[in-house]
């Protein structure tokens, strides 16, 4: 079975941009959850949805949101970013009530 | 609040010797557990869970914890250790499995041969 997949896997932008990055969860799965990996604050839960909708939400701001459709896939937006949005940015799915299962992650480089 | 505690950012064993990487947690309800890895640009890898039923748990590449909610710690350890296990490792808690895990800050391995 193939596991969760995100694209890209780099990704560099500028200040003041937006990104969108991709989430594929693993067949089967409809809950996918998002997370920021950073030196500093460590793993921090963004958000999580579930057949199409916001189910858990992490305490960030508003410039982060995210949506999923149909399929199950996900797709996370981050808006007018800053510095400090550089990470590692993780998504992992799973049945909903059970084990969350990661993706290798995109990273993000803000200039 | 819910957190979750490593101690230790850094544990350093000689290879064959005995693996023991901290985690306590702090919650009012006993949470889902787990223990995940991370190799250097890579997502995480989750070597074992702990739900309900029995406190002592086994997972992948010889890998276990033990659950003690009188001491809210989940302490992973592994009898042997190999040069192949060196990588950072992840505690993280959750009032369900599925969502929204709190996790400690990591603990980076090193073996040593």
């Known amino acids: 079975k193939a596991g969760v997949t995100q694209t890209p896997r780099y990704l560099i932008k500028t200040r003041g941009q937006q990104v969108t990055l991709s989430c594929s969860p693993i067949?089967?799965?409809?809950?996918v959850s998002w997370y920021q990996q950073t030196p500093g604050q460590g793993l921090q839960f963004l958000f999580e949805y579930f057949s199409e909708t916001q189910r858990n939400k992490g305490n960030f701001p508003g410039r982060f949101s995210g949506r999923q459709f149909s399929n199950s896939r996900s797709e996370m937006n981050v808006s007018t970013l800053e510095l400090g949005d550089s990470a590692l940015y993780l998504c992992?799915?799973?049945?909903?009530?059970?084990?969350?299962?990661f993706g290798p992650g995109t990273r993000l480089t803000v200039l | 609040a819910q957190s979750v505690t490593q101690l230790g950012s850094h544990v350093s064993v000689s290879e064959g010797a005995l693996v023991l990487l901290r985690c306590n947690y702090s919650s009012s309800v006993p949470p889902y557990l787990f223990w995940y890895v991370q190799y250097p640009n890579q997502g995480l890898q989750l070597l074992l869970k702990y739900t309900t039923g029995a406190t002592l748990v086994k997972g992948i590449n010889g890998f276990e914890a033990e659950f003690k909610k009188s001491e809210t710690s989940f302490h992973l350890t592994k009898p042997s250790a190999h040069m192949s296990d060196a990588a950072e490792y992840f505690c993280a808690a959750g009032v369900q499995a599925g969502t929204a895990l709190i996790f400690g800050k990591g603990t980076t391995l090193s073996v040593s041969s």
């Open positions: 067949s089967g799965h409809r809950s």
């Open positions: 992992a799915s799973s049945r909903g009530t059970d084990t969350q299962y």
